[in-house]
């Protein structure tokens, strides 16, 4: 418990040293705007004020005009505009806190925010895997197949396992919500943990 905690203290110094929430390779900031492929959208990450906080706004943009402002924490990691132009997954990286993931319409509605849970299609098969013991987890996007589908990709991990359990999942919106269409689940080893 005493190095759990360590780790999150200095994980919060670092945090708030950095200019973005945390610290790149080679003092490299990771991007604060991603623009849609025909630059009439965008997505920006600023802080809340100057005091060096972690705090952040989320803002989905046309034109420069704000659509959605949402509060978080921690950094742009990756932006996909979906085929069809309707919609914008989010990954938005919170440091060693885990991962968001947003999803917006271009008409400004949140069809996805992180709390939102992923509906999982088919039975976990692997009975060793006990949600009990569910310990972290992360969940991120892929990106978009040319089906306007969302590849959404969950790794959760659980006490004294060797193993991970991955979900895949691929998603459509419809009437503005995440539907899980099809969904792949893999055990997967947990070599980089000891």
Not at 93 to 104: C, E, K, T
Request: charged share 25%; aromatic share 14%.
């Amino acid at each position: 418990m005493i190095k759990f905690k360590t780790i999150l203290l200095v994980a919060i110094f670092y945090l708030s040293q950095s200019n973005m929430g945390l610290l790149m390779a080679d003092n490299e900031l990771p991007p604060t705007v991603y623009y849609s492929p025909d630059k009439l959208y965008s997505i920006e990450i600023s802080k809340l004020d100057d005091q060096g906080g972690i705090d952040r706004f989320l803002f989905l943009k046309k034109q420069g005009k704000i659509i959605i402002a949402t509060k978080t924490i921690g950094y742009l990691q990756n932006v996909y505009w979906s085929p069809n132009g309707k919609y914008v997954a989010v990954n938005n990286r919170r440091g060693h806190f885990g991962d968001y993931l947003w999803v917006f319409s271009m008409d400004g509605k949140i069809v996805k925010k992180p709390d939102d849970p992923i509906k999982n299609i088919i039975i976990n098969p692997y009975s060793e895997f006990h949600d009990d013991d569910l310990y972290s987890g992360f969940i991120f996007t892929l990106g978009w197949n040319d089906k306007n589908q969302l590849t959404i990709k969950e790794c959760n991990l659980y006490k004294n396992m060797p193993d991970y359990l991955e979900y895949i999942s691929y998603c459509s919106i419809s009437n503005n919500q995440l539907v899980t269409d099809k969904q792949e689940i893999h055990k997967k080893p947990r070599s980089d943990e000891k």
